[in-house]
């Protein structure tokens, strides 16, 4: 079944800084695939879903690219404040029912 | 107002004793999840629900079970709880079937057993 890893665990930067989260996955059917952020204390909460269809993807903040040859899945914080502080998980799917996680990237944005 | 609600927020047992967590959610979706989220594992699906009574098996389902008796309410209820079953559990709901659809999470509980 699909795989994802996720690195690195643990990510600290200084406010203005790049911020960038790796995900990689197996499974060549995998065909939607999401950026969960989760703030400390609360539940997770959907950043961004992308299609395999499409490759760049930007949000407030952020930029989400898909390399469909290298499975390979990211999520880039371009100019980071400490309001981005939080866990992000990556996630992929087929077209089936199960949704298979990342282990999670705390990023802690110092001002 | 979409929501996913759980309770309760903490919880502690002793080991042995029976563990029920209640979730709830309001935007009638057909599908609902129950996760564990372990330092370091992410989330670790344990069943999923498809509909009223309907019921799967998820990744990690041993030493859990599930009931769905209306489309809004899932529980998972741990039988004898066991130390290894601390952890924070999340429900989750989606429209339909996952694949492209969002996964809507409750805020968790924190569940120790000692």
């Known amino acids: 079944g699909e795989q994802v890893e996720q690195r690195p665990p643990h990510l600290s930067v200084r406010e203005g800084d790049s911020a960038v989260i790796t995900c990689t996955y197996t499974?060549?059917?995998?065909?939607?695939f999401f950026w969960y952020k989760q703030e400390p204390g609360a539940s997770l909460q959907l950043l961004m879903k992308?299609?395999?269809?499409?490759e760049i993807n930007e949000g407030q903040g952020f930029t989400v690219l898909l390399n469909k040859k290298d499975k390979r899945l990211s999520l880039n914080l371009t100019a980071a404040h400490p309001g981005d502080s939080a866990a992000y998980f990556c996630?992929?799917?087929?077209?089936?029912?199960?949704?298979?996680f990342g282990t999670g990237t705390r990023l802690q944005v110092s001002p | 107002d979409m929501k996913v609600t759980q309770m309760p927020r903490y919880l502690i047992k002793r080991m042995g004793e029976n563990v029920l967590l209640e979730c709830g959610q309001d935007?009638?979706?057909?599908?609902m999840y129950w996760y564990r989220q372990d330092p370091g594992l992410g989330l670790q699906l344990i069943y999923i629900?498809?509909?009223?009574?309907?019921?799967s098996e998820g990744d990690i389902p041993k030493g859990y079970r599930v009931s769905r008796k209306k489309r809004e309410h899932f529980s998972l209820i741990l039988d004898s709880a066991k130390t290894n079953q601390t952890s924070v559990y999340f429900c989750?709901?989606?429209?339909?079937?996952?694949?492209?659809?969002?996964?809507?999470f409750g805020s968790g509980t924190r569940l120790t057993v000692l």
């Open positions: 499974d060549p059917n995998s065909y939607y």
């Open positions: 992308v299609f395999s269809s499409t």
């Open positions: 629900s498809y509909d009223v009574d309907s019921n």
């Open positions: 989750a709901s989606s429209l339909d079937r996952a694949g492209a659809e969002t996964l809507y």
């Open positions: 996630a992929a799917s087929s077209n089936t029912d199960k949704v298979v």
């Open positions: 935007m009638s979706h057909e599908t």
